[in-house]
């Protein structure tokens, strides 16, 4: 009877044992596509997850990253020894020691599957396997039984020891802990133990101690279950697990442990996955649009394939151009809302309130459209919606955070943000065309619109140097040209005249050099020019040159700004001034690298020379006299320090009804462009004081060349230095206007209209 017993016991163990291996056959090989595929060898070779591209400044700062799965791969070396006990504590202790399969563990888990339980077994490297191979949701991995209860799960479990058996032969286990850790969930959409570390504790993966080593360790078994931010409740409990693991297999203390349990969870919170957080946001939008084109067309996966991209934003000038914003446009807000007080700011050519203007912004929002669909032309109903107080988050400035609780009806809610200016800032070396700075906005949480390459607004007489260039280069004028300031009439092809005004609405009938006019801003100077030039299309041609991508209407009025252009394409064009004559592109991006560090793209500007050496001298020097002359609308800028220590060619704009105050300013490496307004042409201050481009805009650019000149180490770095606008060797046009005494001024025959003070225009 004994020997029975024995040999019933050996022929069960061999039954067991030819069925198990019979079962790894039928799942190695999907027999009758019952059990669904296997990874394909070569993907075992070298398995794969997707890894985000990170964008980097100049001076070598993490900008931001673009990914499906925010992850950035670290090295053994770089991870630190207290997430390697906890992880081996609570996972896989026997992790060093068995090759891929853990008996002991495995065995313990067969009466929990006969009972139709299920529980943790998988060793470190068949939770790895089920990442990379995706063998639980894959599709390609579904066979016939996949779907049967019990029986799928036991094929998923197979798959995942076979995976891991051969992933024990081709890898350390150093190689394999790294991997796991690098491609592991943590929930926030941080993927890998790096971007976990920075998310919720704003440290890298070296730098993590013991205590939130448990914590990350922890989420490992449910992420969304055991994330600290939602649910830190579960989450300490979790902890304290880990904690007591690391206790019973001696990694720490008894009265460590028990310390430990006592701590309460402290977080840190990161903005690694985050777009709306961190430097130069905008920059960040725009960018990932032009890497997204990039990428197509030349196979690579912008969020997968772990590109790095290598910008020319350089993270110091970034952080002074929204210093700079930051301060002045708080100021200018609440200059705004006084002037506004007890009104609403959406006017009319004739100053009045626009009645339907909130009907009309209402559909553009996303809340009425969605209303629109559910109840069609049931105006009630949809209105109903409208005005409806909800629960929301709101942009402020009154607080460091920029937003606060509140409750409104979506209809107030568009009331509240059409009260708000907007602003875009760039900022670019005028040799390299590089872009250092790029506000896009004051908040790309609340306002994602970029007002920087994305918009376009009517540039006053900020695109009045173009006309003077030209001028210049066809009309050989020379900077003491002199013009008198009397009304210009064109008579238009379409019909009518077109005459231009001063800002005070009258003409002096004075006499102006080129320099005087364009310092002062005079709009007759301007509309003279054009004149003499006979045709607006040589300007637009020139405007072309220059790098103006918008559409220009070839109407007298071009000379006074009358059609749309972007900051982005009129600091290239100023730039050229700068650099003799030679517009280079402006650009963004240095090089791209693959995730192995191989260069698969240098960026390589355009350039082109546009005007003669001599002219860009003498525009740089015409454009001094903004803030040189007594009568410059630029004036203000000699109270700011660089200033003193450099020249400065500067140019305000500001439009008809104060819609848009611009300023554009140059040193000898730099060009910078500021544009300030509404959202909405009709919202705007209602008199020159407030809304001239000298109040809007230029205390802002002034703010930021502050700070850049007062840096010695980044003047340094970057090959920056005080001083002059170089002149050319050969400069045969006289600058000294004084030699020429007073000449008679072309058309002072003609009648004029005298009022106020013409030497404050600033159109």
């Not at 107030?412 to 250092?436: C, N, P, W």
């Amino acid at each position: 009877m004994y020997f029975k017993y024995i040999k019933l016991a050996w022929l069960g163990f061999f039954s067991v044992t030819c069925f198990a291996l019979l079962w790894f056959v039928l799942v190695g090989t999907d027999f009758l596509g019952l059990f669904g595929g296997m990874p394909d060898l070569t993907k075992l070779e070298n398995p794969e997850s997707e890894i985000a591209s990170e964008l980097y400044s100049a001076d070598g700062v993490l900008l931001g990253k673009h990914f499906r799965e925010n992850r950035s791969p670290i090295e053994h070396d770089k991870i630190s020894p207290n997430l390697l006990k906890a992880l081996y504590a609570t996972e896989d202790v026997r992790f060093e020691n068995h090759s891929g399969i853990d008996a002991k563990a495995t065995f313990a888990i067969i009466p929990s599957l006969l009972m139709g339980k299920r529980r943790g077994s998988s060793t470190i490297t068949q939770q790895l396997a089920k990442i990379l191979f995706k063998t639980r949701t894959a599709e390609e991995l579904e066979g016939g039984l996949s779907d049967t209860p019990l029986i799928g799960f036991l094929i998923s479990k197979t798959k995942e020891w076979i995976l891991a058996v051969r992933l024990e032969r081709s890898y350390t286990k150093k190689e394999l802990v790294t991997m796991y850790l690098n491609t592991a969930e943590f929930s926030q959409n941080a993927y890998g133990i790096q971007v976990a570390a920075r998310t919720y504790f704003n440290v890298s993966a070296d730098s993590v101690n013991l205590l939130q080593a448990a914590l990350l360790v922890g989420m490992l078994q449910n992420p969304t279950t055991f994330n600290p931010v939602r649910r830190p409740e579960k989450a300490i409990v979790r902890r304290n697990t880990v904690i007591e693991q690391m206790e019973k297999y001696d990694f720490i203390s008894s009265a460590e442990a028990d310390s430990m349990k006592l701590m309460p969870i402290k977080l840190n919170l990161g903005d690694a996955g985050d777009h709306n957080a961190g430097l130069a946001p905008y920059f960040r939008s725009y960018s990932a649009k032009y890497l997204q084109a990039w990428c197509k067309k030349n196979g690579y996966d912008l969020y997968s394939d772990g590109l790095k991209i290598y910008t020319t934003i350089d993270s110091r000038m970034q952080r002074f151009a929204e210093a700079a914003i930051d301060t002045h446009i708080r100021q200018l807000q609440k200059e705004f809302i006084i002037h506004w007080k007890g009104r609403n700011p959406w006017i009319d050519e004739n100053g009045r309130e626009i009645k339907n203007f909130l009907n009309i912004a209402q559909k553009k929002t996303e809340r009425y459209r969605d209303a629109k669909r559910i109840y069609g032309d049931d105006s009630l109903s949809i209105a109903k919606v409208m005005n409806t107080p909800v629960k929301m988050k709101v942009f402020t400035w009154d607080n460091p955070k920029f937003e606060k609780d509140t409750t409104l009806s979506p209809i107030d809610s568009i009331r509240y943000y059409k009260h708000f200016l907007q602003t875009g800032m760039m900022a670019m070396e005028v040799k390299t065309g590089h872009i250092k700075a790029w506000v896009g906005g004051i908040n790309h949480k609340y306002f994602q619109y970029d007002h920087v390459k994305q918009g376009a607004r009517q540039p006053g007489s900020t695109f009045k140097p173009i006309v003077y260039a030209a001028s210049i280069e066809e009309q050989g004028y020379t900077p003491c040209e002199r013009v008198t300031d009397i009304p210009r009439t064109f008579v238009l092809p379409s019909g009518g005249t077109w005459t231009a005004k001063n800002s005070s609405g009258g003409y002096s009938g004075s006499s102006y050099t080129l320099r005087q006019a364009l310092a002062a801003s005079i709009n007759t100077v301007a509309a003279y020019l054009m004149e003499k030039l006979r045709d607006p299309k040589i300007v637009i041609n020139y405007a072309q040159r220059l790098g103006i991508t918008t559409p220009l209407d070839a109407v007298p009025a071009l000379c006074l700004g009358s059609s749309d252009v972007s900051v982005h394409d009129l600091v290239g064009a100023y730039s050229t001034f700068a650099n003799k004559g030679t517009w280079v592109e402006p650009n963004f991006i240095v090089k791209i690298t693959d995730k192995n560090g191989k260069v698969i793209f240098q960026k390589v500007p355009q350039k082109k020379e546009v005007l003669s050496e001599q002219t860009a001298y003498v525009m740089t020097y015409l454009m001094r006299g903004s803030n040189e002359d007594g009568n410059g609308t630029a004036w203000g800028l000699n109270r700011y320090k660089f200033k003193r220590e450099n020249e400065i060619a500067s140019k305000t704009g500001t439009t008809s009804n104060y819609s848009d105050g611009w300023f554009m300013g140059m040193s000898k490496d730099l060009a910078v462009g500021v544009w300030t307004g509404g959202d909405d042409r009709s919202i705007h201050f209602r008199d020159i004081y407030h809304g001239a481009g000298a109040h809007m805009s230029m205390p802002a650019f002034a703010k930021f060349l502050e700070q850049v000149y007062a840096d010695q180490t980044l003047l340094k770095q970057l090959g920056y230095s005080k001083g002059k606008f170089p002149q050319p060797e050969q400069l045969s046009i006289e600058l000294d206007c004084t030699k020429y005494g007073s000449p008679t001024a072309r058309d002072s025959t003609e009648y004029f209209v005298p009022t106020g003070n013409p030497l404050r225009n600033d159109f």
